[in-house]
């Protein structure tokens, strides 16, 4: 077994665990492979593991990849900033995109997404550190933000997703990432939104988001190593 193929196996199992340990339903978090960095091989060699998902930032790296791995069936969720003026390439290129955080974008995204695919998926990014971090919005501006994007066809609003601030305090990573679940169920409630999604979690973090009721696990390092070393 290759080193990505093992790596995965155990990331797996990982999510399994913590999906039984928590007494949630199986198959309820998507394992979404970060493949900022590494190559197309790397890619592939994931998918022959049985990996379908991959996340990527950058735009220019990430449609040269789109581009050489159109021969696999891969789902692609975009998790990096977003510049207004690379919205139609998104639009064209991904099925999810994890980090609207202003209006504009939504609506240039769900103008530009060609009628011939099915509505783009995205999450609003949440600021849930306040401060400590700057991309996202403040949870009292996300009700706002998603009543705009409800009303535009082209995108589906399906849920919220979060960086929390670098620490090692694990309890604080704990309460970001139960704010996140709560915003959601209490935006579902009160605006009559039906959010499915809660993307958060990342290779040092996963586990406590699931627990915490992450549906979507955004994991780079534990699948391809560190970055850096490619
Ligand atoms: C890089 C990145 C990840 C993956 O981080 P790892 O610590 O390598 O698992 C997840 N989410 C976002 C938004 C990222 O930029």
């Known amino acids: 077994m290759t080193g990505i193929a093992a790596n995965l196996k155990e990331v797996r199992a990982l999510v399994d665990a913590?999906?039984?340990?928590?007494?949630?339903?199986?198959?309820?978090?998507?394992l979404v492979a970060v493949s900022k960095?590494?190559?197309s091989d790397a890619i592939r060699e994931a998918h022959?593991?049985?990996?379908?998902?991959?996340?990527?930032?950058?735009?220019?790296?990430?449609?040269?990849?789109?581009a050489s791995l159109?021969?696999?069936?891969?789902?692609?969720h975009f998790i990096g900033p977003i510049q207004s003026n690379k919205t139609a390439q998104i639009a064209s290129a991904?099925?999810?995109?994890?980090?609207?955080?202003?209006?504009?974008?939504?609506?240039?995204?769900?103008?530009?997404r060609p009628t011939s695919m099915p509505p783009l998926n995205v999450c609003i990014q949440v600021n849930v550190s306040g401060e400590a971090s700057k991309s996202g919005v403040l949870p009292a501006d996300v009700p706002q933000l998603a009543a705009a994007i409800k009303s535009l066809d082209g995108i589906h609003l399906r849920g919220l997703m979060c960086i929390p601030e670098p620490t090692q305090d694990m309890q604080l990573l704990r309460e970001r990432f139960r704010t996140m679940a709560k915003l959601q169920t209490q935006l579902n409630l009160e605006?009559?939104?039906?959010?499915?999604?809660?993307?958060?979690g990342m290779s040092g973090d996963m586990t406590i988001a699931i627990?915490?009721?992450?549906?979507?696990?955004r994991v780079g390092s534990a699948i391809f190593g560190k970055r850096g070393n490619n």
């Open 18 to 30: 913590t999906i039984r340990h928590s007494d949630r339903r199986r198959g309820e978090v998507t």
């Open 94 to 112: 991904f099925h999810w995109v994890h980090t609207i955080d202003r209006v504009k974008i939504a609506q240039r995204l769900a103008a530009q």
């Open 70 to 76: 159109a021969d696999l069936p891969l789902t692609w």
């Open 191 to 200: 605006h009559k939104l039906s959010m499915d999604a809660l993307s958060m």
């Open 211 to 217: 627990e915490e009721g992450a549906t979507m696990v």
């Open 48 to 66: 022959a593991a049985g990996q379908q998902d991959f996340g990527e930032n950058y735009l220019q790296e990430a449609s040269e990849k789109i």
């Open 37 to 39: 960095t590494w190559s």
